[in-house]
């Protein structure tokens, strides 16, 4: 698995923001496969930071409704990658 495909997209929310302001803390969306090694290490390649910590959730897709048909959403990984003092992501 290449750091491409490790790391999805940037989750670029209100709280995302508000943590990335005081606890230079980034969210993201992360392949469902990936563990804490690999999104440390794509997220380093990636952006040229220090990462310090990793946590990662997996969150459950809700249900969903369309007249009678009843649907689920994906479920997907997130991942919380707490970064160094001096560095800092543009991307937010």
Known sequence: M?????????????????FANTKNAYSFEVNKKANKVQIRG???????????????????????????????????KKAVVVLGEDYHIDLF
């Open 2 to 18: 290449d750091d491409y495909s490790i790391i999805i997209r940037p989750l670029v929310t209100e709280q995302g923001m508000h």
């Open 42 to 76: 794509a997220i380093e390649k990636l952006y040229n930071v220090k990462v310090t910590d990793v946590r990662t959730a997996n969150v459950k897709g809700k249900p969903r409704r369309r007249g009678r048909n009843i649907g689920v959403t994906k479920s997907w």
